[in-house]
Each structure stands twice: as C-alpha cells, then as structure tokens.
C-alpha cells in the first residue's frame, strides 16, 4: 500500500546524499511537495514528488514504482537497479536523457554583471511582479515559470524571477521552477524568434546575482544540451546524465483489462483525409495495439503503443491527443482517415 508521510523528516535517511533541491522542498514540506512510501513508520524506499518530477530512492520497491501520482509524471530512478525496475514496471513510458549539473558553484559575481549589462539596448529587463507573474501565467511559453506555486501570492512571496521584453511584451524568462528553503530551482525559456540574441544568458545571470543578494542557491538541472551550454556560460559545471521516464495523463485513464474481442478489425492502414502521403498504420503486437507511422516530411518511424481509454478510444503516452474508431474511419487529432 502506498502512503503519503505526514512527516517527511522521517525519509530524510532514504534521501541521504541526493542533492536535487525538488527533493529537498519535498522534505522541507514546502510548494506542496509529497514524500510516498510503501513503510510509514521506517521507510526504507521513497518517492519524492513535487511539480512534474517524481524522483526514487532507497531500496528498490515495486510497488512504489508501479504508483503514479496523478498528472504528467518525470520518474528519476536514482540507479540501475530502479531504472530496471521502471522498465518492467512502465514498458510504455517515453524514456529522456536529462543532465544533472553539480551543486554549490561559486559565482563569479563580475561575469554575471556583465552579462546582464550585454543585454541588446531593444530589451528591456524587469524583476517578475504582480503584473508580470499574470502574464506568466496566461502564457503557453512561459508558464511554467510560475506555474508550480500555488499563487501569486506564494510567488512573490517564495519565488523571483526576471523578464526580459520587447515593446512590452515577455519574450524571455528565468525564475524559480520550484523553492526549498535555502534557494530556487531554475527556469528559464526564450520566444523562438528572440532565441540566441544572449536574453536567457541575461535574465539567468539577473537571477543568479538576486540569489546571491539573498544568500539563497540557484539550482539549475537540464533537460537538454543547450541548457547544459547555457549554464556552463553562467558558471555552472556539467555533472552526469541520467534517464527520465516520463508518463502522461493517458495513464490516469487507462482501462484495466479491457475487452479486447473487437480490437482485430481496428489493425489496417488508414490514410489522412488532405495528405495522401500521411499512412497510419494500426497493428497488434503481443495482443496491443498499436500506432504505427512514417512522417514523410523528415523519415522518422513511430511505432507506439495505444493504450485504451474507451470502448473505441485509445490514447499515446508520446503525444497529446487520442485516436477513435468509428465504422471503417479512425480520427487522429481531428483527422477523420478512412481505412484503405
């Protein structure tokens, strides 16, 4: 059985030595982060989950494994053993590589002034308030900046962060992703068409130097290389890699043993309504289905499992949207393609 600690100081063993400030929040009870394990009393393995992350430690246990919290899911195994774990336990899970970057950097306060003060004169840069943090909020590029506390208030209260804008309009950010008492865990993204003009470089280094103003830690961890390039640029310094096994919303919805005596006249190919060249193939695999597809535009083969949500309906853990048949049709993403 899964249970969520009342008090999460009693994992503070199972977590001992993992440095990633999400954990630390989780422990600290702060930005509403949960601590799950499967012994309440004298845990010995723990899931720390706090925003989107959900990181493992300790023994490795099947069934805290197999536990999902609600939501789209990043589970950290902190080993191999875990990551095999997770293996068996989520064969559909869409695996990433994210890079850790090592913890207590020493600024070089003189660097980042500079940098700040390279930003082109048609920017301007302005600490995240109020007004700011709402068009954060409403923002699809930006969200995620401020997202992950559970006000304004908490906010501006916790959290900073600085924007950069262009005629009044945000077009790159960087605050806390999440908050543990001692400092913030980074976020920063940049509109595409302002990328690569040094406004990430500028508004990370206005973050970096408030923090340090306030005797707090900037953790920064990166889901790609060119954050890695980004804070190495900032005084950072590369750690490891590790894997991410991400998990979507689909699982939340996910029919246990289902019917499955309909699911052979679903296999075929379909063909999109507007573009001849677009084949989606439907086929069964070990008695799954699934999604097969070549995207003519670049070559790139995908061969992904469906999981079924509804009588007709399946859903992709990859991607956004469901597939539904109908008599001889599937609808893609709004796509009705009739079956060839």
Known sequence: MIYELKDPAKAEAVFAGMEDTMIRSCLQGMMGGKIYVTDPEAPRAAMA??????????EPDRELASFKPKGLVGMVPP????AALLDECWPGAYKMTRYAIKKHTVFDR?????????????????????ELYDACLESDQFEDNVCHFESKEQFLELGRG?????????????????????????EIDTEEEHRRKGLASAAGAALILSC???????????ANLESVHLSEKLGYEFDREYPCYWLSEVFDRVIKDPDKSGWDAFCGRYQHPADARRIYEIRKKDGELYYHFVN?????????RMYPVGERT??????????????GCLTIAGNVCKKR
């Open 314 to 327: 399946f859903g992709i853990n990859e991607d956004d949207f469901e597939l539904e048949f109908s008599d």
């Open 79 to 82: 080993d191999e053993r875990w």
């Open 212 to 222: 340090l103003d306030d005797g707090l830690y900037p953790g920064w961890d990166a």
């Open 162 to 186: 600085f924007a950069v804008l262009k005629d009044g309009v945000i077009v790159s950010a960087a605050s806390s992703y999440t908050a543990f008492r001692e400092g913030i865990e980074i």
């Open 110 to 130: 003189k660097k980042l002034e500079a940098i700040v003060a390279s930003l082109p004169a048609e920017y301007e840069l302005r600490r995240i308030d109020g």
């Open 296 to 304: 003519p535009d670049n070559g790139e083969d995908y061969d992904l």
């Open 49 to 58: 989950f706090l925003a989107e992350f959900a990181f493992l430690a300790g």
